[in-house]
């Protein structure tokens, strides 16, 4: 799995996964504010190329396959401890697909301190191995045609149901990241 990784002596780390048909440099400069000072690490995905380049394989029939979504996980967690980071706070940060890969990590108990999904699908997820004390946000966009605001929303008070510290933003836009989502939630991060 190719990545980005930009040390700036930081003792915080920010890790960055594209959307389906993105690259490890996708995210970077939409993210700029909430990256400033960070130590950065940006993965891209190894299932397809090109615009359909992703984390794990297309979903059959709205669903995951699960096998197969499961040692994409188990490959990226093998890979990401053996680079043997250590930081005092860790963000993971996913849009649409990346977002969803970032939850199968959740599943696994990965480490994170916090994550920001980025308008993810809710696909029958199993948070129950995660540590409460993630704080998690999640955004949606009210017109949103691959994944709707309410499949977010429900996915949001599923996570209130293990999490201690849950957000839901909902932006006026489609399945994109806007100008006021990254404000939003660099505000929330480096408050």
Known sequence: MN????KNDSNRLVVLFHGTGGN????????GEILKGADILSFEGNYGTGFSRRFFPPLVNGALDRPAFDKAVQD???LYNEMNL???DITFIGYSNGANFIIGLMEQGLYMNHTVLLHPSNLNYDVSAASKGIHVIVTAGANDHMVSPGQVKQLELEFK??????????FDGGHELTFEEVET???????
């Open 161 to 170: 149901s293990h999490f201690e510290n849950v957000q839901f933003e909902l």
């Open 86 to 88: 250590i930081y005092d």
């Open 3 to 6: 990545y980005f990784y930009q």
């Open 76 to 78: 990226f967690i093998t």
């Open 24 to 31: 490890e440099y996708q995210l970077l400069q939409p993210l």
């Open 185 to 191: 939630i660099a505000s929330k991060l480096n408050h």
